[in-house]
């Protein structure tokens, strides 16, 4: 069975290919018809689809019903029936050069391709939408070696995607519970409601939420309003662009040596340097954080540790952990991985 990503496609080229099959049936059933009736049933059936063939495909074997014999009412049909075969065969030829070349095929394999790769992702980071905030999320999921798949309303903001090296791109209504399928979004770690339309972003968190209950939902919100709205219907966290503004400003006026810390972390960094979170593991149960292997590497420093509810800054290298800790280091991506592979695994 087709993937709902091809059906559309798919249902195209079926139509145009029953078009033409019913065209051909047509003509050749009538040709048959008309050559039985104008040998006044004498000829064949056989002989009569004989002449049907030849006519319309202009082979140019001998004729088997002789005009002569059956008049030229004859002639006047093998015209019609000629005239009528080489409309179709053009429009046929034309039909498939036009699928091939204005790129319907083409189209069709690389959404054939893309469905493949999109079956095969798990643990993936989807984006609803492609609103105003989506670019930057897309360009920081893509920097830390995150596994990107965005639904885009249209071509346009898909070339957008594309351009914030986002390959994996469907177009469509990202409310629609279809599209968020065939995004994987059972196998996905996460989602962002991304749309700038805080009722559309609402839809994605519930439909979400619905479609995989342990998957995290992270909506955009531009009135602070709808933020709890969002919670209850299935996000559980919630950003306000008014909020994250207002506080960015405050931030530059009384800490701007932070700031520009932060600025240059997040954005000039090579290997990129970010705060990021690691849950232990059975594997690493007892454990000291002083006896994890990666704990000495240049580019990662813990920072705190969070057992339950409570918080430890700047946890000793003698603290033991316990399995559903909570490790929160600044690192690069490639420490992140090592941290991931030596704190989990159960």
Known sequence: MSS????DAVRRLGRRVALLAALTLGVLVAG??????LSAGAASWLDCLYMTVITVTTIGYGEVLDP????PGLRVFNMLIAATGIGIITYTLSSVTSFAVDGELRALWRRRAMQAQLNALTGHYLIAGWGTLAPAVARELRRTGRT???IVPSEDTQAAAVREGVELT?????????RLTETGITRAAGIFAATDDDHLNII????ARRLNSSIRVVAAARDEANAAKMRRAGADATVTVSSIAGLRMASEMVRPAVVSFLDTMLRQSDPPLRVEEVAVGSRAEGRRLADVPVSERRDSLVLAVRRGDGWTFNPLPTWPLQRGDVVVLMTTPADLAAWRRELQGD
């Open 204 to 207: 994605i968190s519930l439909s």
């Open 4 to 7: 709902p990503l091809t059906s």
């Open 148 to 150: 990107v798949v965005a």
């Open 68 to 71: 002569a014999v059956y008049g």
């Open 170 to 178: 469907i177009v469509g209504d990202a409310t629609d519970d279809e």
């Open 32 to 37: 048959t018809l008309g050559y039985r009736r």
